[in-house]
């Protein structure tokens, strides 16, 4: 795969303390840059499946249950 250069703007503050870490790690921005990517992304799709499968178990219908049963918990907002 190839790679992509890219540019970014961020906060001064973030990129001091992201370049003392390097140091500190004896690593390079560029890796724990894709390493953060790499992490948000992998946990981006999780919480999505996660989120798809919590909402499937609370609307599945269950014996006794009704839409009022939702609104004592909030989730009149899970489309």
Do not use: C, F, H
């Amino acid at each position: 795969m190839a790679d992509i250069k890219t540019s970014l703007v961020i906060p001064e503050d973030i990129y001091r303390e992201l370049k003392k870490r390097a140091a500190e790690e004896n690593r390079s921005i560029k890796s724990i840059v894709i390493e953060a990517l790499i992490e948000y992304l992998s946990k981006s799709q999780s919480s999505r499946e996660t989120r798809r499968k919590l909402i499937e178990i609370i609307t599945s219908p269950v014996e006794g249950a009704g839409p009022e049963d939702y609104k004592e918990y909030d989730y009149e907002d899970l489309d």
